[in-house]
């Protein structure tokens, strides 16, 4: 006789989105959103690499929770130190795509082009995208000034359906 699976609840998938390489304050956001997404038990999501990924990472690690990095090459060994598990994509600038489809929501803290499109595609793909810094000024993101205000907006618009006041300015 088979046993049925069991049914689990799904945790949510935060995307981290941001600089491949940046300062000690983006660093210092990056690592206090990593923590504030862990400390809710959900999945920190980002492209494995340096930089944004690799403090939001650590941060989340801090915290006891679970990291995914979808890398743009084909070596796991390029995943920073505090990736759980490392996807390999083989597909450059287009993992982006995978980045924003498998989140639920998306938070940009820092970045360059890279980060506009992941934003971009986020919100082609209707996911709620909250941006702390820069502050991207893109139609339809939710901009907010602290990392514990960001991870709180996520999780607000994830469960309302989007549907929370737009913080754009």
Request: with cysteine; charged share 20%; aromatic share 4%.
């Amino acid at each position: 006789m088979e046993r049925a699976p069991v049914k689990t609840a799904v945790r949510r998938q935060i995307g981290i989105i941001g600089a491949g390489v940046c300062g000690s304050e983006a660093r210092t956001l990056a690592e206090t959103v990593g923590r504030e997404v862990a400390k809710r038990g959900a999945i920190l999501f980002c492209g494995g690499l340096g930089g944004v990924m690799e403090a939001a990472a650590y941060g989340a690690k801090q915290e006891g929770g679970i990291t995914l990095g979808i890398l743009p090459g084909t070596l796991r060994e390029e995943a920073n130190p505090w990736i759980d598990i490392a996807v390999v994509s083989g597909m450059g600038h287009a993992r982006n795509a995978l980045i924003a489809q498998s989140s639920d929501a998306l938070i940009a803290v820092n970045g360059e082009y890279g980060t506009l499109s992941e934003i971009a595609l986020g919100l082609k793909m209707g996911k709620p995208v909250v941006v702390l810094e820069p502050g991207w000024r893109v139609k339809g993101v939710h901009r907010v000034e602290s990392p514990k205000e960001a991870v709180e907006l996520a999780f607000r618009l994830i469960e309302d359906g989007g549907k929370a006041l737009n913080k754009l300015s």
